[in-house]
C-alpha cells in the first residue's frame, strides 16, 4: 500500500509540474490585426487550456485620440464586467470609433449608459490604459501588435499556426 501512494504521488507530482507558458498580448483595440492576433490566442487558449496563460495588455499610439477613446471605452466596460463582450462590439466595429459610437456599442450589449457615459466623458480609466501602455514600453515592445512567450518578444499580427509554433 505504501508503494502504491508512493507511486502515485511521484505521477502526481511530475503530472502537476509541468511547465506553463505565460502568453501576453501587446494590442491596439482599433486595429484589424490585433482582432486577428486575439481571435488566434483564443483558439490557442481553447487547445491548451491547463498549458497556457494569456494576458492582454494594451499598446498603441497615445497620441491617436481615436485609438486612445476606444481603449479607454474599453476599461470603461471592464468596470460594470463586460469588457469581452465590448471587445468583440469594438472590434467588429473598427471602422466607426467615435464618441457617439463607442455609446452605442455600450448600449447593444447592455452596459448600464450613465455610468459608462460618465466613464468615458470623464476618461475616468485613462490611468488604467497608460499604466498598460507603460509596462509594454518596460517589457521593450515597440510596436502593435507584439506578443511576448515567456521573455521573447515577436512583433506583428501572428497567426494561430505561428504561435501554435512558437
Excluded at 456599442?105 to 460618465?118: H, K, M, R, W
Aim: proline share 2%; aromatic share 12%.
Amino acid at each position: 500500500l505504501f508503494f502504491i501512494i508512493s507511486i502515485l504521488l511521484v505521477v502526481f507530482s511530475l503530472s502537476s509540474s509541468a511547465k506553463s507558458v505565460y502568453i501576453t498580448s501587446y494590442c491596439d483595440v482599433s486595429l484589424e490585426s490585433c482582432r486577428a492576433q486575439d481571435q488566434a490566442l483564443e483558439l490557442l487558449e481553447e487547445k491548451y487550456p491547463y498549458d497556457i496563460h494569456v494576458t492582454y495588455l494594451y499598446y498603441f499610439d497615445a497620441t491617436n485620440v481615436q485609438s486612445s477613446l476606444a481603449q479607454i471605452a474599453l476599461e470603461c466596460a471592464n468596470k460594470q464586467g463586460k469588457k469581452p463582450a465590448y471587445k468583440v462590439e469594438l472590434q467588429n466595429n473598427i471602422d466607426l470609433l467615435t464618441r457617439e459610437s463607442l455609446k452605442q456599442y455600450a448600449d447593444n450589449i447592455g452596459l448600464t449608459a450613465a455610468n459608462f457615459s460618465f466613464c468615458l466623458d470623464t476618461q475616468a480609466t485613462a490611468w488604467d490604459v497608460i499604466e498598460e501602455v507603460e509596462q509594454g514600453i518596460e517589457d521593450g515592445v515597440t510596436s502593435a501588435p507584439s506578443v511576448r512567450f515567456n521573455m521573447d518578444i515577436y512583433t506583428g499580427s501572428q497567426t494561430f499556426t505561428s504561435l501554435h509554433t512558437l
